[in-house]
C-alpha cells in the first residue's frame, strides 16, 4: 500500500468518523446507548424518540471543502494544516496528533510508534492499562466527561484494542460517548493511516454531506 492511499484514507477516515460521532458528541456512554441504541451510522435523530439533533445525515462539525481545497501537495504538510483547521485541538495536542499521523504515515505500525517518544510514562501507561478493561470501565478510565487529552487517549487505546477493521473500530469507539466527534475522527483518520482509503466503506464515503464536492475538491 502506497503513501498516497494512507494520506487519503487519514482525511477521509476522519471525516467519516467525525460525522459518525456528531450528533452523539458530549453525551455520556449511557445515553448514546438509551436513546441512540448505538450508533450504527448516519444519523440526524434520536432512534427511539425521533427528537431531532438539529443535524443532517452526514453532517460534519465543520465544512471541509474549504480546507482540501487549500491543502498543499506536500502529504506531510497537508496533515499538518488538516489537523490544525479540522481537528481544532490546543496546540500541545495538535502537535502530538500530528506527529503521531506523520510516523504512522511513514512507518504504519501503531504498537511501536505509541510506545516510543509521542507520550509521557504516565499518559503511555494510562493508554496502555485501558487495554485490559472491560469497555464500560474503559469510559470511567478515561473519564466519562473527557477532556481534550482523555479523548485523545482513549481514542488510541481503542484503536490498540482492535484496529483490523475500519467500520467496527470507529463505531465502538464512539459508541462509548463523550467526545464522539473528536474520538471519532482520531479513530477513522488513524485507520485510514493504517490502511488505507480502500479500508473505508464506500457507502460512509458517499454518505457524508456533499460527498462528490468532497472527493472532487481531495482528487483535485
Given at each position: 500500500?502506497?503513501?498516497?492511499?494512507?494520506?487519503?484514507?487519514?482525511?477521509?477516515?476522519?471525516?467519516?468518523?467525525?460525522?459518525?460521532?456528531?450528533?452523539?458528541?458530549?453525551?455520556p456512554?449511557?445515553?448514546?446507548?438509551?436513546?441512540?441504541?448505538?450508533?450504527?451510522?448516519y444519523?440526524?435523530?434520536?432512534?427511539?424518540?425521533?427528537?431531532?439533533?438539529?443535524?443532517?445525515?452526514?453532517?460534519?462539525?465543520?465544512?471541509?471543502?474549504?480546507?482540501?481545497?487549500?491543502?498543499?501537495?506536500?502529504?506531510?504538510?497537508?496533515?499538518?494544516?488538516?489537523?490544525?483547521?479540522?481537528?481544532?485541538?490546543?496546540?500541545?495536542w495538535?502537535?502530538?496528533?500530528?506527529?503521531?499521523?506523520?510516523?504512522?504515515?511513514?512507518?504504519?505500525?501503531?504498537?511501536?510508534?505509541?510506545?516510543g517518544?509521542?507520550?509521557d510514562?504516565?499518559?503511555?501507561?494510562?493508554?496502555?492499562?485501558?487495554?485490559?478493561?472491560?469497555?464500560?470501565?474503559?469510559?470511567s478510565?478515561?473519564?466519562?466527561?473527557?477532556?481534550?487529552?482523555?479523548?485523545?487517549?482513549?481514542?488510541l487505546?481503542?484503536?490498540?484494542?482492535?484496529?483490523?477493521d475500519?467500520?467496527?473500530?470507529?463505531?465502538?469507539?464512539?459508541?462509548?460517548?463523550?467526545?464522539?466527534?473528536?474520538?471519532?475522527a482520531?479513530?477513522?483518520?488513524?485507520?485510514?493511516?493504517?490502511?488505507?482509503?480502500?479500508?473505508?466503506?464506500?457507502?460512509?464515503?458517499?454518505?457524508?454531506?456533499?460527498?462528490?464536492?468532497?472527493?472532487?475538491?481531495?482528487?483535485s
Amino acid at each position: 500500500m502506497n503513501s498516497a492511499s494512507r494520506y487519503r484514507g487519514f482525511l477521509l477516515g476522519s471525516l467519516v468518523g467525525d460525522a459518525l460521532g456528531l450528533p452523539a458528541n458530549g453525551r455520556p456512554h449511557h445515553i448514546v446507548r438509551m436513546y441512540f441504541k448505538g450508533i450504527k451510522g448516519y444519523t440526524d435523530e434520536y432512534y427511539t424518540t425521533a427528537s431531532p439533533t438539529g443535524l443532517r445525515a452526514g453532517q460534519t462539525s465543520i465544512d471541509p471543502r474549504p480546507i482540501l481545497k487549500s491543502l498543499p501537495e506536500n502529504p506531510s504538510l497537508a496533515i499538518d494544516l488538516w489537523i490544525h483547521n479540522f481537528f481544532q485541538l490546543s496546540e500541545t495536542w495538535q502537535k502530538t496528533l500530528t506527529k503521531l499521523s506523520h510516523e504512522l504515515l511513514e512507518k504504519p505500525t501503531l504498537e511501536q510508534t505509541l510506545l516510543g517518544k509521542l507520550f509521557d510514562e504516565k499518559a503511555k501507561q494510562k493508554i496502555l492499562d485501558g487495554l485490559d478493561l472491560f469497555p464500560t470501565d474503559l469510559v470511567s478510565h478515561f473519564d466519562g466527561a473527557m477532556t481534550e487529552p482523555d479523548a485523545i487517549q482513549f481514542a488510541l487505546s481503542m484503536l490498540l484494542r482492535n484496529h483490523d477493521d475500519f467500520e467496527t473500530t470507529v463505531l465502538s469507539t464512539i459508541n462509548m460517548g463523550g467526545l464522539s466527534r473528536l474520538t471519532g475522527a482520531i479513530a477513522g483518520g488513524m485507520m485510514g493511516l493504517l490502511h488505507g482509503e480502500k479500508s473505508i466503506p464506500e457507502s460512509l464515503i458517499l454518505g457524508l454531506e456533499r460527498s462528490e464536492e468532497i472527493l472532487s475538491a481531495l482528487n483535485s
